[in-house]
């Protein structure tokens, strides 16, 4: 559903649009506890860990329960790549809008040097394609050795985090060390499939909350214009409820009829109406079958008019009606 230009969006839109919240939300909770899972997996599997680096396990798990940016979730995995992983850093690279793989800048570390970073860039982009963990040995102080790692969720890629030493041998891996980086990569996985959700729903949220500002604000106008119509009209309105309570009169009623503003009509009974109406002088000088009356009623001056009264259902589930007084 293309919900971009707000002004076209149906009613039945809107609906699909909190759907699609609601859903949204859904796979995000679904997310966090993949990852509390995966959290505890890892853990369990690397054994007895120092505590600096166990408590850098420990805080991967925030991201899904507290809103943090791509470039904070870029430093931890620099850190935890250092930390964790005996490595001289890690980068973190995201697929864009348009499946471009995009490094993300960690918020307090520095990216490699320019030549580093495409070489980390290129093992991540091959790592991508195979959709496979890949290492690769270094070259030479700018070409460091690599372990790039894809992050996909429930088989959607997300990006490739890229473990990285200055170091010409490719890393030594160990069962358990290939193990614990697969168990890694998926909860990086996780963590960023997560954010991405939680992105969307806010985003979602902000079109939904300006979608319903636009369509009350259109309400509001038109109302306005409703009202204006509505107080020009040559001939008294009211608009009744079903107990023939008053919900709205026009100025039309108000000044040439009732004699008072409209506010001190709302809310009232008919029947008090009538009652304020007789007191002013009205006569009641016929009646039809068809329910209309003619009534005369005088004015400030004395001087006499003569309105024909009639009602109509409107056709609506409240049992409101509407009441004309025209002058003859």
Excluded: K
């Excluded at 966090?32 to 054994?47: K, Y």
């Excluded at 850190?79 to 890690?90: A, K, N, T």
């Excluded at 709302?266 to 329910?291: K, N, T």
């Amino acid at each position: 559903m293309d919900i971009a230009d707000l002004s076209q969006l149906s009613s039945a839109d809107a609906l699909e649009l909190v759907s699609r919240l609601h859903q949204a939300n859904e796979q995000l909770q679904g997310s966090a506890v993949t990852l509390s899972r995966l959290s505890v997996a890892l853990q369990e599997s690397l054994g007895p860990a120092p505590a600096g680096a166990l408590g850098a396990l420990q805080a991967i798990g925030q991201f899904l329960t507290v809103q943090h940016s791509y470039e904070e979730l870029a430093t931890l995995v620099h850190q935890q790549s250092v930390e964790v992983f005996g490595m001289d850093g890690g980068a973190l690279f995201l697929l864009d809008e348009s499946s471009v793989l995009t490094p993300i800048a960690p918020s307090d570390a520095a990216l490699p040097n320019p030549s580093a970073l495409e070489h980390i860039a290129d093992l991540a982009r091959r790592a991508l394609d195979a959709e496979a963990m890949i290492s690769a040995p270094g070259e030479s102080d700018a070409y460091p050795a690599c372990i790039a790692l894809p992050l996909s969720r429930m088989g959607q890629d997300v990006g490739v985090a890229v473990l990285y030493r200055a170091a010409p041998e490719e890393p030594a891996l160990s069962a358990e060390m290939w193990a614990n980086l697969t168990i890694y990569g998926g909860t990086l996985g996780a963590i960023c499939a997560g954010m991405r959700q939680a992105e969307a729903l806010r985003r979602d949220a902000r079109l939904l909350e300006s979608l319903l500002a636009e369509r009350a604000r259109q309400v509001q106008n038109s109302r306005d214009i409703l009202r204006v119509v509505f107080d020009h009209l040559p001939e008294g309105v009211l608009l009744l409820d079903h107990d023939d309570v008053v919900l709205a009169v026009n100025r039309f009623f108000a000044d040439r009829i009732a004699g008072v503003h409209p506010r001190e009509l709302v809310g009232r009974s008919y029947a008090d109406l009538r009652q304020r109406l007789h007191l002013r002088g009205m006569q009641r000088v016929a009646q039809d079958d068809e329910g209309r009356a003619e009534v005369t009623l005088p004015d400030a001056g004395g001087r006499l008019h003569t309105f024909e009264v009639e009602r109509t259902a409107m056709q609506t589930d409240d049992g409101a009606t509407l009441e004309f007084w025209r002058e003859r």
